[in-house]
């Protein structure tokens, strides 16, 4: 595919995904300031190495893959700063989001919730979530299998502990 074109692709999939690669970062971080510096260095990110991409129809997955390891690369750098004399935040509560759902997916490791909200909240094939997270295809399914039957418990015993 030629350069122009392919790079032309990618950013008409970056416009068209926008709001949906915002809501797979804010799932990762949790804060809207962040998530939209996730997105905006992902998208970056993106444009840089648009001449990568080798399929069209994989392109949404690479986005995706994009933008959750961008989201992990900040909290990891998140976690080992240590912060002091820092006012807390003024909370404001998320109009979209299920309190009980997100609870519920804080109790999921990193791949669990990982595969759910590629899933649910970003809609992809097992397939495409195979290629965004680097597992075969049968790990994705009983690594999805096994994270609703945590959901599933987690949701249904209400404020119990994670295990």
Do not use: H
Request: hydrophobic residues 40%; charged residues 30%.
């Amino acid at each position: 595919m030629k350069s122009a074109a392919l790079q032309q692709f990618v950013e008409d999939q970056i416009l068209e995904q926008y709001p949906s690669l915002y809501r797979l970062a804010f799932t990762y971080v949790k804060n809207p300031d962040d998530a939209m510096d996730v997105v905006q260095e992902s998208v970056y990110k993106a444009m840089r190495n648009a001449a990568q991409v080798q399929d069209r129809e994989a392109v949404r997955s690479w986005l995706c893959r994009i933008v959750v390891n961008t989201a992990l690369d900040l909290l990891r750098s998140r976690s080992r700063e240590v912060l002091t004399d820092t006012m807390p935040e003024a909370g404001r509560e998320d109009a979209y989001a299920d309190p009980d759902l997100l609870r519920a997916l804080d109790c999921l490791d990193g791949r669990e919730r990982t595969v759910v909200v590629l899933r649910y909240f970003q809609d992809l094939k097992l397939q495409e979530i195979a290629q965004v997270t680097g597992e075969n295809l049968n790990t994705v399914k009983t690594i999805l299998y096994r994270s609703l039957k945590k959901l599933r418990i987690s949701l249904t015993e209400g404020d119990e502990q994670c295990e």
